[in-house]
């Protein structure tokens, strides 16, 4: 399903996601938010194409997004309940 969408957009969520897991100030997610529209990036789910997975769909991306190495690289421990809401309230951040 992700085959389709564009690499750029992909990562570029996910620093989005990443800023939600950081506990970033609202400053920062703002600014990179505004970085991102303005070059055409996606900036929430749906705008991956992502807007309908249902929650145990969302929380299989989590569960495998928390086990692999860059995860692993974080100076906190992240969960797949952590990915899941850092998914979720980047998506939704205003």
């Known amino acids: 399903r992700c085959s389709s969408i564009l690499h750029g957009d992909l990562v570029g969520f996910g620093v989005l996601a990443q800023l939600e897991l950081e506990n970033a100030a609202d400053e920062e997610k703002r600014n990179i938010r505004e970085f991102m529209k303005s070059v055409g990036l996606s900036v929430n789910l749906s705008q991956?194409?992502?807007?309908?997975?249902?929650e145990?769909?969302?929380?299989?991306?989590?569960?495998?997004?928390?086990?692999?190495?860059?995860?692993?690289?974080?100076?906190?421990?992240?969960s797949a309940d952590d990915v899941y809401r850092a998914l979720i309230n980047a998506s939704e951040y205003k």
């Open 56 to 78: 145990k769909e969302l929380m299989m991306v989590a569960e495998a997004a928390a086990n692999v190495l860059p995860m692993k690289n974080m100076p906190f421990a992240v």
């Open 48 to 54: 991956l194409g992502l807007g309908d997975l249902e």
